[in-house]
């Protein structure tokens, strides 16, 4: 049986962790909003686009923001108590510090798990939807690209025509076993081009090895030949970076595709292991912002507690942020790149906490 105090500071927290979470999320959404107005401002649209927009694209920053969320949410939770004298209830049925903090923690890291396993999926379904909508809107909506198991294809436009480009493998900087077939504004054949590779490190393409067959059936082999793209390398990688619109079950299908055609799966790594570390996060976040404020011998100050939340929270981001370049510029492991962030506050955590029970 959970006690009743027990029960009572689960609410507690789960209502502050809400709170906070919905003006996180209003704030996302005035935020969004401005910006989607402005992506959309010279198309021909009405109003309600962009606010569906910022709706399906919502759930997926908060979902970024729920360390952060669950940060504050600690901070204001130990306000509460404070200021109504549960603080000193709680210690006269021998509830300590410590006692408190692991009750916290749990509850973080079961939080955690719910968050990974529904929201997220939930978050990149909408996510899909949103890019699916606001590439109509793109000024290159023209240009796609995708990979699947039969490798990779890419749909491009040249001189009003259409160019289908598909290849078995991608390694490095080449196109390993590539035709690219061009239609005329009939959608009928003009031309197919056969490569054994492509170098596609810039946009003007070199094929090499390459049989070209034009519509009357003529060919011809070139040992090298030119090819000019709207497509290089950095752009192609780009088109595959976002990977939020996919749920976990589909990412690990795309791992498969990208591993079957030879392409980098160093970004769905670390997405996997963003996924995997996310409830030990919020743990360790929901530590911190109990030591702060134990620490900080419960200070009332409303702005003094949003500033010192803030201040962790940058300092956080771009600690994560920077270690997730290096793990992709091959500067760290991709798995260290991930968890290093967390093994630093998870060492000053424990710093904290070693003191916690002489506050």
């Excluded at 408190?100 to 929201?119: E, N, P, V």
């Excluded at 959608?187 to 946009?203: G, P």
């Excluded at 791992?255 to 995997?276: C, V």
Aim: overall charge positive; glycine content about 2%; some cysteine.
């Amino acid at each position: 049986m959970i006690n009743t105090y027990k029960k009572y500071l689960f609410k507690k927290f789960s209502k502050k962790i809400l709170l906070i979470s919905i003006i996180f999320f209003i704030l996302v959404l005035i935020i969004n909003l401005i910006e989607e107005s402005n992506f959309l401002k010279e198309s021909n649209t009405t109003f309600t686009t962009p606010v569906i927009l910022t709706f399906l694209n919502g759930p997926s920053l908060l979902y970024e923001m729920f360390p952060f969320i669950f940060l504050v949410s600690t901070q204001f939770f130990f306000i509460d108590i404070y200021e109504n004298k549960e603080i000193e209830t709680l210690r006269l049925f021998g509830v300590n510090n410590f006692s408190l903090l692991k009750f916290l923690s749990i509850i973080s890291f079961i939080f955690g798990f719910l968050i990974i396993t529904i929201f997220y999926n939930f978050s990149s379904i909408l996510k899909n939807e949103y890019l699916k909508i606001k590439n109509n809107y793109a000024d290159d909506k023209k240009y796609l690209a995708v990979i699947t198991k039969n490798g990779i294809w890419i749909k491009d436009t040249m001189d009003n025509n259409t160019v289908i480009i598909n290849a078995d493998k991608i390694i490095d900087e080449f196109l390993i076993s590539s035709s690219i077939t061009i239609l005329d504004q009939n959608f009928e054949i003009d031309k197919n081009i056969i490569a054994e590779k492509i170098n596609i490190k810039n946009k003007k393409w070199i094929l090499y090895k390459a049989i070209l067959t034009r519509a009357d059936n003529s060919s011809k082999k070139y040992k090298e030949i030119e090819f000019e793209s709207n497509f290089d390398l950095e752009r192609i990688n780009n088109l595959f970076s976002d990977l939020t619109s996919l749920t976990y079950l589909e990412l690990l299908k795309l791992e498969k595709d990208y591993n079957s055609i030879g392409y980098s799966t160093d970004e769905i790594e670390i997405q996997k292991h963003k996924f995997y570390s996310l409830p030990f996060l919020l743990c360790i976040m929901t530590i911190l912002g109990t030591i702060i404020m134990i620490h900080n011998k419960f200070k009332k100050n409303l702005l003094l507690n949003l500033f010192i939340g803030i201040f962790f929270s940058v300092i956080i981001y771009y600690l994560s942020h920077f270690s997730n370049l290096l793990g992709e510029n091959g500067r760290l492991p991709l798995i260290i790149s991930v968890w290093f962030p967390i093994l630093m506050l998870s060492t000053i955590s424990i710093i904290g906490v070693i003191k916690l029970n002489e506050k």
